[in-house]
């Protein structure tokens, strides 16, 4: 009896355990004027106390005068992702709350950083032939992280959960609302799993349940969100055309800056296109984009290879792999060459997979998704958010992947829910409207002059020609020289307004091509031509020719221009 109550008095006094120390640093980023940032520090392995490691965060506190006590800590996806270049867009959706971004552990913000420059180089090299060898580089990416001495069995979801809870008491607040997107949906359900007392509420934007087989259903994913543009057919043609002839496009090497050929199969075409329909402005231009590939226009292909260099430069791969080779691992190969490439990383690197884990919350959560997210589609992404306890779904039409980054709508959502978690408002309607092929003139110059304006040179001339046409045929009665040069004035101006519209409306729209309107428009500069050869002819032995002349020679290489390299 005695010794009972002394091991009961020894509980009821035994120390709580300090929590893990802070350290202030710059931030790395622009941030929020009076936000600070610093460092967790915590054990690279909790299961093996001994090297500590530093997770990157960011507290932009609230100035607001009717604060609300418990912040909302947001982390990014991927894994590899940063979070800390967003508290100012976190800022201004929750100005009532003190706003917190952490970063994973390994990530671009914490020490160490897991990059890895050698897979990142090797999976670039997918599109070169030969294809490089992702094992290979895989195992000296590790050899160099492992010399620095970092062990990769501490990085994967349960960590991460558990410096999320560790911040928490770090800095002391009592509770706090969580929110995760794609992969960070897995961490921040297993935190607030760990954490029940210290989370009011839960936002999973993009939710990717652990019951989910993130490798098993990629292919599947995609082609269901091909069936749901109503596309597929059509990408099948395309993507069986290009496998038994491949296509070649230049694009840039993110790593050297320089340009290479880039080999593009139909198999590679559908792996970049997967990413691409995260965007929801891509999903809704697919349906003009895959017809115009699958009647040849290849020269589309430009936009999408040069997607890929940014794609490779988002994550520090070596955190991104450590976790999946931890918690997915892929087993079996697939059409998809990223999910090949994380396989053959997978195999040469050999980590111990994770123990499965079933992480649930009694804290009220909404999850959200997008009607045509391809990664973490709404038909795995529902069910699993029924079977949480205090969970509400909301399914947002004609948006993609990570929601609140693209949609008011998605924030006013999420914005309503952490200030009431009782209610959920009803969702909008598509933010952007669905392109059909009839709605555009495929032609790459509007992508190319976005990188090269001065390739618009020749539609600069004519339009000053047209204005100085106009408005000399104008003052001097000359009706043809008028008359021509207002049609080519009121050509340029549609055709600038049109793109302007299209813009405004959907910028990824113009990697396609112009508004179908341009269609009818061309036909004033065409008048504009013939005007002007008028004039030219009907002032022959009267007046000065050379000013005529060169207004129909402008008028006629304009044309030529627009006909060879527009359209």
């Not at 003190?98 to 090299?125: F, H, N, W």
Request: with cysteine.
């Amino acid at each position: 009896m005695i010794t009972r109550v002394a091991l009961a008095l020894a509980m009821i006094f035994q120390p709580v355990p300090a929590p893990p120390p802070l350290e202030a640093t710059t931030c790395p980023v622009a941030v929020p004027r009076g936000t600070k940032c610093g460092f967790l520090v915590v054990p690279e392995r909790r299961d093996a106390p001994g090297r500590t490691i530093k997770v990157g965060y960011a507290v932009s506190p609230s100035i607001a005068r009717g604060r609300k006590p418990d912040p909302i800590v947001y982390t990014s996806g991927g894994p590899g992702s940063s979070s800390i270049q967003l508290t100012g867009f976190l800022r201004q959706m929750f100005p009532d709350r003190d706003v917190i971004a952490l970063e994973q552990r390994g990530s671009r913000y914490s020490q160490p950083s897991l990059g890895c420059p050698e897979t990142v180089k090797a999976m670039l090299d997918q599109l070169r032939t030969p294809r490089g060898d992702i094992g290979a580089a895989a195992t000296a990416c590790r050899t160099r992280l492992e010399e620095q001495g970092v062990d990769l069995r501490g990085y994967r979801t349960a960590e991460i959960a558990a410096d999320v809870v560790a911040l928490r008491q770090a800095l002391g607040y009592p509770s706090w609302n969580l929110f995760g997107v794609s992969y960070s949906t897995r961490s921040m359900l297993e935190a607030a799993a760990a954490d029940p007392t210290g989370v009011r509420s839960v936002v999973l934007d993009s939710f990717l349940p652990e019951s989910v087989s993130w490798y098993g259903d990629a292919a599947a994913n995609f082609t269901a969100t091909l069936d749901k543009l109503g596309v597929r057919d059509r990408f099948e043609v395309m993507a069986r055309r290009l496998n038994s002839r491949p296509a070649f496009v230049e694009t840039t090497d993110p790593q050297l800056g320089t340009r290479f050929k880039a080999t593009l199969t139909g198999d590679d075409v559908a792996t970049i296109l997967a990413e691409g329909l995260h965007d929801p402005q891509v999903s809704a231009v697919a349906p003009a984009l895959i017809d115009a590939l699958a009647d040849g226009h290849y020269e589309l292909l430009q936009p999408l290879a040069d997607a890929v260099g940014g794609g490779l430069t988002s994550h520090e791969f070596g955190l991104y792999h450590a976790v999946q080779c931890q918690d997915e691992r892929p087993t079996a190969k697939s059409t998809l060459f990223t999910v090949n490439a994380d396989k053959a990383v997978c195999d040469a690197w050999n980590l111990p997979a994770s123990p499965p884990v079933n992480a649930t919350t009694q804290a009220p959560v909404l999850v959200l998704g997008g009607e045509f997210d391809p990664t973490t589609p709404t038909r795995t992404s529902r069910p699993a958010a029924e079977l949480l306890p205090h969970a509400r779904f909301v399914e947002l039409p004609g948006l993609s992947h990570a929601v609140f980054l693209s949609s008011q709508c998605a924030r006013q959502t999420i914005i309503a829910f952490v200030g009431d978690t009782s209610s959920v408002s009803a969702p909008c309607g598509p933010v952007y409207r669905r392109f059909s092929p009839s709605d555009l003139v495929v032609s790459q110059a509007p992508y190319q002059a976005q990188t090269s304006p001065w390739l618009l040179a020749p539609f600069a001339l004519f339009a000053l020609v047209s204005i100085v046409q106009f408005v000399v045929g104008a003052m001097r009665g000359r009706a043809l020289t008028a008359f021509g040069g207002l049609a080519g004035t009121a050509f340029c101006g549609l055709v600038v307004q049109e793109v302007w519209r299209l813009a405004g409306e959907n910028e990824v729209a113009l990697a396609v091509g112009l508004p179908a309107s341009v269609g009818w428009i061309q036909w004033l500069a065409v008048g504009s031509d013939v005007l002007t050869l008028a004039a030219l002819v009907k002032a022959a032995g009267k007046i000065r020719l050379w000013p005529f002349a060169v207004a129909a020679v402008v008028a006629d290489g304009f044309l030529v221009w627009w006909w060879t390299w527009v359209l």
